[in-house]
């Protein structure tokens, strides 16, 4: 499989719990020859997706900075209106399963390994 969903959100988890969840899943992706991690963790209309969801994305930032992940798109970015999305999906076999393509989630990111 060439993409992986993580629920950061399932038994509200604290921020650190959170992020080392992900942390341990994207080890794992690499190892499995994953391509894109979609990762559910809410924008804090009920309870810590929102502070999940700011400490995720800048770890992201900072992954791909050190070159750990190759990008990470937003909800909102991803459709296939967007290029970066189109490139990414085009390589993927079963992203057509994903409801979320195309609705502007911000509860989710996309992790690109």
Same mark, same amino acid.
């Given at each position: 499989? @060439?993409?992986?969903? &993580?629920?950061? +959100?399932? @038994?509200? !988890? $604290?921020?650190?719990?959170?992020?080392a969840m992900f942390e341990i899943e994207l080890e794992r992706c690499k190892l499995e020859g994953v391509k894109v991690i979609k990762v559910l963790h809410g924008y804090g209309s009920h309870g810590k997706g929102g502070d999940i969801c700011r400490n995720l994305r800048t770890l992201c930032f900072k992954l791909k900075k050190e070159k +750990?992940? +190759?990008? %990470?798109? &937003? =909800? *909102?970015?991803?459709? &296939?209106? #967007?290029? +970066?999305? %189109? #490139?990414?999906? $085009? *390589? &993927?076999?079963?992203?057509?399963? @994903? #409801?979320?393509?195309?609705? #502007? *989630? !911000? =509860?989710? $990111? %996309?992790?690109?390994l």
């Amino acid at each position: 499989m @060439d993409y992986k969903q &993580l629920n950061l +959100k399932e @038994d509200s !988890p $604290t921020v650190e719990l959170a992020l080392a969840m992900f942390e341990i899943e994207l080890e794992r992706c690499k190892l499995e020859g994953v391509k894109v991690i979609k990762v559910l963790h809410g924008y804090g209309s009920h309870g810590k997706g929102g502070d999940i969801c700011r400490n995720l994305r800048t770890l992201c930032f900072k992954l791909k900075k050190e070159k +750990k992940i +190759k990008d %990470f798109l &937003l =909800g *909102n970015e991803w459709d &296939l209106a #967007n290029q +970066k999305c %189109f #490139n990414i999906v $085009t *390589n &993927l076999k079963n992203y057509h399963d @994903d #409801n979320d393509l195309g609705a #502007n *989630n !911000p =509860g989710i $990111t %996309f992790v690109v390994l």
